[in-house]
């Protein structure tokens, strides 16, 4: 297979001849989602460099955590949202920068809140907040995503018993 704009093909082994091409190729797309979890993983949840613990125990429970993290951002609002109108999801880098801009103004709010003209300024900067650090949909969600039939084909079968 070659992707638009590439000069080099890409080659791809199966095992299970029954699968049509296609149904194989697009399979595969799906080795992708991992290398996303990886990127919100080390990149917005601090499991990289910053790593407490390490080896095996440190792997698997910073898994546990990063899993837990991810599962209760689910809970947030612009994340129902989309999942209640079928749109994908947000990346959790998105939601944790807005997380952080939200607590920060909050906490701004909390020490200006007696007047009234900074108050009004406040908020068109929260407005304008909200349009620069954007939510970005996340691709591993699967969301209107065709996977082929990912089955064996009565033809294929005949073929690979031949």
């Excluded at 209640?84 to 999801?89: D, G, T």
Aim: proline residues 2%; glycine residues 8%.
């Amino acid at each position: 297979m070659k992707y638009e704009g590439e000069t080099d093909y890409r080659y791809l082994v199966a095992t299970d001849m029954r699968w049509r091409t296609i149904d194989t190729i697009q399979a595969y797309t799906l080795r992708w989602l991992v290398e996303v979890f990886f990127e919100d993983w080390k990149l917005y949840e601090g499991w990289g460099r910053e790593v407490k613990q390490l080896g095996e125990d440190g792997s698997s429970r910073g898994l546990i955590l990063s899993l837990l993290f991810d599962h209760c951002l689910l809970l947030h609002p612009e994340q129902k949202a989309c999942i209640e109108s079928k749109q994908p999801m947000n990346t959790v880098g998105g939601l944790l920068r807005r997380l952080q801009m939200e607590a920060l103004l909050e906490t701004i709010a909390d020490l200006l809140s007696s007047a009234e003209d900074i108050g009004k300024k406040l908020k068109e900067l929260a407005k304008k907040i909200k349009t620069v650090f954007q939510l970005m949909p996340s691709g591993k969600h699967m969301i209107g995503r065709n996977l082929g039939r990912l089955e064996a084909t009565s033809s294929l079968i005949y073929r690979a018993n031949g």
